[in-house]
């Protein structure tokens, strides 16, 4: 009856750390400590074992003198199974003292593990933020260089100052374009009154034929002398012959 009392005296209590968890199953015994079947004088790795037996530095050997216990870890890497591991063993023991010992040793051993570090009975909720688009981490952002941001601001200054320019010289051609259209006009209106005023038919011809300058000078000889008529229809008789032959042609 005894011994099945003494065997029903265990508890079971988990660490975590980040994805890493580790559970204990602790029981009366005679102060074994094996985490997933190795000694705890030999886990893994050995840089690391100091953080492991944390607990039982603080606490004395002979607290642990009492009691087996056997923990198994999975999940994470090798820093976050030695933080669930001592968190649970540290966990584990304050249970047990709590349900199979007395109130006043168990309020001394988590008095002493939480002045040293609340984490052995707490878990870090903290977790590593994910990356962003943008940048090189969670926060920080890619950064423009100094001479790059000089230029484009340079840039930027210089455009700004150049509209005004733009614009007075877009206006100033779009004035011009209009002041030539107008002077044009203005230039084929008086030819037509000109033209107009003549009564009789030469004139009327003149009007058609405003726009062709031969027809202009052959009325101009033909009311002049008929010598220079003479002379002017040799220049279009030779103009005429020329444009015709065959080295001209090729």
Excluded at 54 to 79: N, Q
Excluded at 139 to 168: C, E, G, V, Y
Excluded at 207 to 235: H, L
């Amino acid at each position: 009856m005894e011994a099945a009392a003494a065997t029903a005296e265990s508890v079971q209590c988990f660490g975590r750390k980040k994805t890493a968890v580790a559970v204990t199953h602790c029981k009366r015994g005679k102060g074994l400590i094996k985490i997933n079947g190795v000694p705890i004088e030999l886990v893994q790795p050995e840089i690391l074992r100091y953080k492991a037996y944390e607990p039982i530095l603080l606490l004395g050997r002979h607290r642990f003198a009492g009691v087996d216990m056997r923990i198994r870890v999975k999940g994470g890497g090798h820093t976050s199974q030695i933080y669930a591991i001592r968190q649970s063993i540290a966990k584990a023991l304050v249970a047990f003292y709590q349900k199979y010992v007395d109130e006043q040793s168990k309020k001394e051993i988590k008095d002493i593990l939480v002045r040293y570090d609340r984490t052995l009975l707490v878990a870090d909720p903290r977790r590593c933020e994910p990356k962003k688009f943008g940048g090189r981490g969670a926060r920080s952002r890619f950064l423009i260089h100094d001479s790059l941001r000089l230029l484009h601001l340079a840039n930027s200054q210089m455009q700004r100052a150049w509209i005004p320019t733009l614009k007075a010289a877009m206006a100033m051609e779009s004035t011009t374009q209009v002041a030539g259209k107008q002077k044009k006009k203005g230039h084929q209106a008086s030819l037509v009154q000109e033209a107009s005023s003549e009564p009789n038919e030469a004139a009327e011809g003149k009007i058609g034929e405003i726009t062709s300058p031969r027809v202009m000078i052959e009325e101009s000889i033909r009311e002049t002398d008929p010598a220079k008529q003479k002379e002017w229809g040799e220049i279009v008789q030779a103009s005429s012959s020329t444009s015709n032959s065959p080295g001209q042609m090729k």
